[in-house]
């Protein structure tokens, strides 16, 4: 079995960062593969519930995109969000998860390229802290075993 | 906490049932086999039933947001409730967050300087009273009791916070889940709980499931893990949770870091002003956001 | 039971050289609730799309997941396509496996393992889809305008002529703003009252149009559609449906005050027109300068009025109006010359700011167009213009381009040439900015023709010296300091959002920034609209502009409005937030939290209690769908439409247990 | 009379013999019922765990089945078959359990608690000290009561009297080579609570709509405490819990004052804190006697000890019997 490869799940605001990890798309940035993207129409829609939820499904790291303050296609929803996410951070660390594992970033529609090096720092960071343990531990019945599949060949 | 306060509470509530000011004064009352339980007190004549001593620990804002309290208010009558400090703060949460009218309340502050060891669940003095700095309430329509006799209890409230802060993140977690696989959702500190209004809760949510039902470990901790965050900067420390927690689980210890965490981030100290907006309702353009990427 | 079909597009090679489409496609048909799973070359031509709907009707489809290229690509494409064929367009979802893999990753392996697991989520979201209607909202197909400068009165204009009821609202008693103050417009130097006053007595004569002059936006309810604006009506203390616009009155006023239309070098009456081709031409009293008003004597127009139509007795009046969409007009201000300590904080006479110099060289102003040293009243020999005061100038917090400066400095300077032969015009400048049709070759006449000497650099200080202003300068190009003893210094003083603007954007709920112009939706691709849905912004108010630029905006936004008032009922995407009554405790953390104040109160029956409790309602035709209400609602009786909470949860759940792709 | 530490000989016999066991320990001061490793770490000196033995024969949160959507699919699940010691629980947990088998071994048998229940030796440790909550005598029952034990001990000088109650228990005494000495024990305690209840049954069946509810639940906040301390409430909920394609069916325990009390079954039908405490009461003063022919109270008095806001049964069933 492959040595196991960071998963990271992030979640893209649709108007600023979704599009910023589309321009690196266009634009043919390579980054690593380890990111599982969730579209949200604003990271003020990102529920604390659903960074638990992630890590509990064995996400080691989650990352929160959102649009730069001042461009929120809502106004301010990012910056509703930025409290919670303080608040988060705090407690993930105090629960005994680093807080590393848990990244916001400000990533406009013009920031293919910054996407690309935040997708490829947080696996470094996830690497840096091995895999997340915690929530594994504890997942019990839930636990899902890795599936194996082969390339068609064609 | 002299009893010529709790002489002075009867009076003021004799008088206020007298005079109709109120329909029903929350107040407490003895409790078989010693310390006080709440007491709803209806006639002027209850008010003799009513003490004040350092065994009050129990919040009763919680009952403002239940029968027969809310019909009372709803039907533009008034409900007095003796109240501390701590208590008071989660009156102004409720008054912040439209559960209850502020005109419908009357507030009967009483100075206190502290309720008795174990007097929250925990032994020793709660940390609450360590930390205190409502001695004098936030606010009130009538206040009891010698501001100047406040003694502060010595004692450090952060004891808690600095033993687990000293932990490895490792061992933090390995504290938190031992801690929680003894809770048997029997959700007691949900239900005391002054701001855990809701009238259903997000644990009693099927579809989806964010919080796993079973008290399994798993369910367990997303259960505080969620009930923390819900309580981020509006827990006013009142350790009613604690209190009522049956196994003596520390339930207050993530709430209240969070909202010392806020207090540090955004300056804001829930259940100070009636008129002041939740704070995690706005934002301001200047948050902190050193975390950002 | 699901019925989930599954498409994996090739893209050509795009997709199909780094991701293993027939491996996506085996292992989607393995997931629960996938009923089909193909792939084929390009699923948004023609036959990709017809093999589509085929398979809706053949295997009875409940939802479909395309897997090609980004939802902001073709999203639109599919879903139109799935409503052709009789499936709600909301149970279609695109799994990105273009933008956000294939051409992103090289290892084919891995790269194949996030394409399947991100159809994997798609399925799962698609599964907890709901049906979803289009939201119609009724629309009133009528507009207002906030402003009657150029910018209101063409946007008014163009939105009356196209057949649609207007209503603008200005504050002055009459309308015409900045423009008419202004004498000849660069580049082309024709007379600006010529071509404004005409516009101004169309829409004054049209019959779709009517204006409320010395009136202002008192509040504004409803939203986009259905505005219910409440304008107050000021007090004009002159009936003027008796007026006659004889002008005794005026004539017989004893109280004077400074002219805000001459910009202070001229007074008017407490009763006033404030310019004579005025639009009403009919006087209001300044209740502020009316002596009857401040001392309580007088009535001498009263006493001569002929009409009898001075009443003193009028009171300010409100007015709701309801209007579908309302266009922001409310140009600009000069900053407060004060704050040049180093230019004599605006207390040195002979120095006056280009609006100043526009009304003396207007020839209807008050020197009839006569240039003269405010002082002496001599006509100036040596003038001396400075650019960019406040502009571009940090240390007064002012770090934008005024943007139209450079040109009316060159204008003022070429007709202070043509009026003064043998005069000396000098100008003050850190660069040139004309970068408009016809702007550089103006520029270059005023140094060709008129002579008119630039100057790179600020002044530094300026002060009188007998009977002239002494300014002090650096000239960066030839490294010299200079000092000119000028009679007379006009400062281009920056631009500013209009006074009292932030009032109002409050009451529209739209952005504006410290310097007090109004927030677009977006600098670049919405640079008309607001957040707010139905309100638009023209000309002045929005940043620094000339009046071409303002007239086309206005245009624009007039036919934002057109378009938006053109069809009966606004269709708005259903993508919005829902509240279940039930358990909603109406805390109103969704009230605070929303930006669009799309949460109303609404009354429910408590089951338990009996009683009538307040909870929270989501106003479909108000809300934008961010979904910031959801986060805040602890119960979750709030939930996003099409982002829901279960859609969320199936797809982050869809993610448990690591998928492993062997090459 | 036996001594101590011929008692703790025959836990660890039964324990090499096999037996999982359970006994009283004391985890950060609180008393708590739980497997343990080691004898020495039982407590004999508290009064009464917090936690009943419904932790071991109904617990919060047992394993129905294993769900695997992508794989094998539904499997029913069983727990382990080691035989179980319960050494240490008192009389009146005991006696719960004559309630709930009356209850779970009626005519519908519920087949997990009847497993586990058969597997079982209840070992009770009469009480020698007792505290103001306790009301085991109002119920019938007493410190010293032999109900639903397997095997008895009480106190007698420094050790204890040893008596097999159930054939089980006899049977187990002496496979773990205990003899039986029925010699006179210490007085049983006496406790100072006494409830008056008259003929509650009568006024029960007669005041189902008395407004009476009202007051007494007036301070009840309808968290479970009382009912997940309780050795004889046994309303359960089936929940299922996924994570990917996997996941499991638990039974969880449920209880009659939450809000969402069988709102699985479409609603909770009883509206109010005061017709939820009075479901509570009724059932197990008077439905239970209707069903089951026994009360369903022990007179543990948990309920009152850890009530966060001081509802006491006692005084609610004095007053509603009191009131016309």
């Keep these: 079995m492959a040595v196991t490869r960071p998963r990271i799940v992030a979640f893209l605001c649709n108007w600023c960062s979704y599009a910023g990890a589309d321009l690196a798309g266009t634009t043919r940035i390579k980054y690593r593969a380890d990111v599982r993207v969730i579209r949200v129409p604003c990271s003020g829609r990102v529920d604390p519930a659903f960074i638990l939820k992630a890590f509990e499904t064995g996400a080691d790291a989650v990352l929160v995109g959102g649009c730069h303050p001042g461009d929120c296609h809502y106004v301010r929803g990012n910056l509703n969000a930025r409290r919670r996410f303080l608040v988060l951070r705090h407690l993930l660390r105090y629960m005994g998860i680093e807080e590393e594992r848990f990244q916001v970033a400000w990533c406009s529609a013009a920031e293919g390229a910054k996407w690309a090096r935040l997708v490829n720092e947080v696996c470094e960071i996830a690497e840096k802290l091995g895999p997340l343990k915690g929530f594994k531990s504890i997942a019990g019945e839930l636990a899902t075993p890795e599936k194996e599949i082969t390339l068609s060949g064609e | 906490m002299a009893s010529d306060a709790e002489a002075q509470l009867r009076e003021k509530v004799k008088d206020l049932l007298a005079r109709g000011k109120v329909k029903l004064v929350l107040g407490y009352g003895k409790r078989s086999g010693g310390g006080v339980r709440p007491l709803f007190t209806k006639l002027p004549d209850d008010a003799e039933r009513l003490v004040w001593n350092d065994q009050c620990a129990p919040n009763l804002a919680g009952y403002l947001t239940r029968e027969p309290c809310l019909g009372i208010m709803h039907g533009g009558g008034r409900v007095g409730i003796v109240a501390k400090g701590c208590d008071v703060r989660a009156i102004v949460g409720l008054v912040q967050e439209k559960q209850v009218k502020r005109e419908a309340v009357h507030v009967i502050g009483l100075v206190c300087d502290g309720i008795a060891a174990g007097g929250s669940g925990a032994a020793g003095v709660p940390s609450k009273c360590l930390e205190c700095e409502w001695h004098t309430p936030p606010m009130a329509d009538d206040l009891i009791g010698d501001k100047a006799a406040v003694a502060p209890r010595a004692g450090d409230a952060l004891a808690d916070d600095k033993r687990i802060e000293g932990m490895t993140d490792e061992e933090r977690w390995q504290f938190w889940t031992a801690l929680f696989s003894r809770c048997i959702k029997c959700y007691a500190c949900r239900q005391a709980c002054p701001l855990c209004y809701c009238k259903e809760c997000i644990t009693e949510k099927s579809r989806p499931q964010w919080i796993a039902k079973s008290s399994t470990i798993r369910g367990n901790l997303a259960y505080h893990f969620i009930r923390a965050m819900h309580l981020a900067g509006r827990c006013i420390g009142c350790e009613e949770c604690r209190r009522a927690c049956p196994v003596g689980i520390p339930v207050d210890l993530l709430s209240r870091f969070l909202t010392r965490r806020v207090e540090e981030a955004f300056g804001y100290k829930p259940g100070r002003d009636p008129a002041e907006e939740p704070f995690f309702v706005t934002s301001k353009e200047n948050d902190p956001d050193d975390f950002i990427r | ?663 | 009379m036996t001594a101590k530490r011929d008692i703790l000989r025959a836990i660890e016999a039964a324990r090499a013999k096999g037996y999982v066991v359970f006994a009283p320990t004391r985890l950060e001061g609180i008393p708590l019922l739980a497997e343990i490793e080691e004898p020495l770490v039982i407590d004999f000196d508290h009064v009464l765990t917090v936690n009943t033995l419904k932790d071991i024969l109904l617990p919060r949160c047992e394993r129905l089945a294993r769900l695997d959507v992508e794989g094998s699919g539904i499997d029913p699940t069983g727990d382990r078959d080691a035989a179980i010691l319960v050494f240490g629980s008192r009389p009146c947990d005991a006696a719960a359990l004559a309630i709930l088998d009356a209850i779970l071994l009626g005519e519908v048998r519920d087949a997990r608690y009847e497993r586990r229940r058969a597997k079982t030796i209840i070992m009770t440790v009469a009480c020698s000290t007792c505290d103001d909550a306790c009301f085991c005598t109002s119920m019938g029952y007493g410190p010293h009561d032999g109900t639903g034990s397997d095997v008895l001990l009480v106190p007698a000088g420094g050790g204890y009297s040893v008596a097999g109650v159930s054939e089980k228990g006899k049977a187990f005494l002496s496979a773990v080579g205990l003899k039986e000495d029925t010699g006179g024990g210490d007085a049983p305690p006496v406790l100072s609570r006494k409830v008056e209840t008259g003929d509650l049954k009568a006024w029960l069946d007669a005041n189902f709509d008395n407004p009476v509810w009202r007051d007494v639940s007036e301070n009840c906040v309808s968290c479970g405490t009382c009912y997940y301390l309780c050795p004889t409430c046994h309303c359960f909920d089936i929940t299922d819990e996924t994570g990917g394609a996997r996941g499991e069916r638990l039974r969880i325990w449920d209880c009659c004052s939450f809000s969402d009390f069988t709102k699985m079954a479409g609603h909770q039908p009883r509206r109010g804190r005061h017709a939820r405490y009075r479901q509570r009461v009724m059932h197990k003063f008077a439905y239970c006697p209707d069903n089951v022919g026994k009360v369903a109270c022990v007179g543990d008095g948990r309920c009152i000890r850890h009530c966060p806001y001081g509802v006491d049964i006692c005084e609610v069933l004095s007053k509603l019997v009191s009131t016309k």
């Design chain 3, 1 to 663: 039971m699901a019925r989930i079909g599954v498409f994996v597009c090739w893209c050509g090679s795009n997709i199909a050289s780094t991701v293993d489409v027939k491996a996506v496609a085996d292992a989607a048909a393995k997931f629960p609730g996938v009923a089909h799973a193909v792939e084929y070359k390009y699923m948004c031509s023609d036959p990709g799309q017809a093999m589509i709907r085929q398979a809706i009707a053949d295997k009875r489809l409940t939802g479909v997941v395309v897997a090609a290229c980004s939802p902001r690509m073709h999203e639109p494409t599919f879903r139109r396509l799935a409503l052709s064929a009789g499936l709600n367009p909301y149970f279609v979802e695109m799994a990105n496996i273009r933008e956000h893999c294939s051409w992103v990753h090289d290892d084919r392996p891995l790269a194949t393992t996030k394409a399947i697991e991100t159809v994997k989520m798609l399925v799962e979201k698609v599964r907890r889809a709901s049906p979803l209607e289009p939201i119609r909202v009724p629309v009133t197909r009528k507009a207002m305008v906030v402003g009657g400068g150029i910018a209101g009165i063409q946007a008014a204009l163009d939105i009356a002529n196209a057949g649609v009821d207007v209503i603008l609202v200005e504050r002055s008693p009459s309308i015409g703003g900045h423009m008419a103050q202004l004498d000849e417009t660069f580049p082309t130097l024709d007379c600006s009252q010529c071509i404004l006053t005409p516009k101004m007595v169309d829409l004054a004569q049209h019959p779709r149009a009517r204006i409320y002059t010395y009136a202002e936006v008192e509040e504004v309810k409803g939203f986009v559609g259905n505005f219910r604006v409440t304008v107050r009506q000021k007090a004009k203390t002159i009936d003027h449906a008796k007026c006659t616009a004889c002008g005794v009155c005026i004539e017989k006023c004893p109280a004077s005050v400074p002219s805000e239309f001459d910009c202070g070098l001229a007074t008017r009456k407490a009763v006033y027109v404030p310019f004579p081709q005025a639009v009403p031409a009919k006087p209001v009293i300044d209740r502020g300068a009316c002596l009857w008003f401040t001392k309580g004597r007088c009535k001498v127009c009263e006493k001569f009025c002929p009409a009898g139509a001075v009443s003193f007795a009028d009171k300010d009046s409100l007015v709701e109006e309801t209007v579908g969409a309302i266009v922001v007009a409310t140009g600009f201000d000069l900053i407060d010359r004060g704050l040049y300590g180093e230019y004599g904080y605006g207390k040195l006479a002979d120095c006056i700011d280009g609006l100043q110099f526009e009304r003396m060289l207007s020839a209807s102003g008050p020197t009839g167009g006569k240039l003269v040293k405010p002082t002496s009243g001599e006509t100036p020999k040596t003038v001396v213009f400075v650019q960019c005061v406040g502009s571009r100038d940090d240390s007064k917090g002012l770090p934008y381009c005024s943007r139209v400066c450079c040109m009316y400095a060159a204008k003022h300077a070429m007709l202070f040439k043509h009026k003064v032969k043998d005069g000396r015009a000098y100008i003050f400048y850190i660069d040139i900015r004309a970068a408009g049709k016809g702007y550089e070759e103006f520029v270059k006449r005023a140094v060709d023709e008129d002579r008119v000497v630039y100057l790179r650099g600020r002044v530094s200080r300026m002060f009188e010296k007998d009977g002239c202003v002494i300014v002090k300068g650096a000239d960066t190009l030839s490294g010299q300091q200079v000092e000119i003893k000028a009679d007379l210094v006009v400062l281009a003083t920056a631009i500013t959002g209009s006074e009292g603007v932030r009032d109002l954007a409050g009451k529209l709920r739209i952005g504006f920034d410290q310097y007090g112009f109004l927030s677009e939706a977006h600098p670049k691709l919405r640079p008309v609209e607001t957040n707010t849905p139905g309100v638009f912004l023209a000309g002045a108010c929005q940043a620094p502009k000339d009046i071409p630029d303002t007239v086309s905006q206005a245009g624009a936004a007039a036919s934002k409005v057109l378009g938006l008032l053109s069809s009966p009922e606004l269709v708005r995407e259903p993508l919005v937030a829902s509240v279940d009554e039930a358990i909603c405790i109406g805390c109103f953390a969704c009230e605070n939290t929303c930006p669009y104040g799309a949460v109303e109160h609404g009354l429910r029956k408590d089951a338990e209690t009996g009683l009538e409790v307040e909870v929270a309602k989501v106003n479909p035709g108000i809300c934008e769908g961010c979904g910031a209400c959801v986060p805040v609602c602890r119960p979750k009786a709030m939930d996003l439409k099409g982002y829901s909470e279960e859609q969320i949860y199936s797809e982050i759940n869809a993610l448990s247990g690591r998928l492993n792709v062997k090459g």
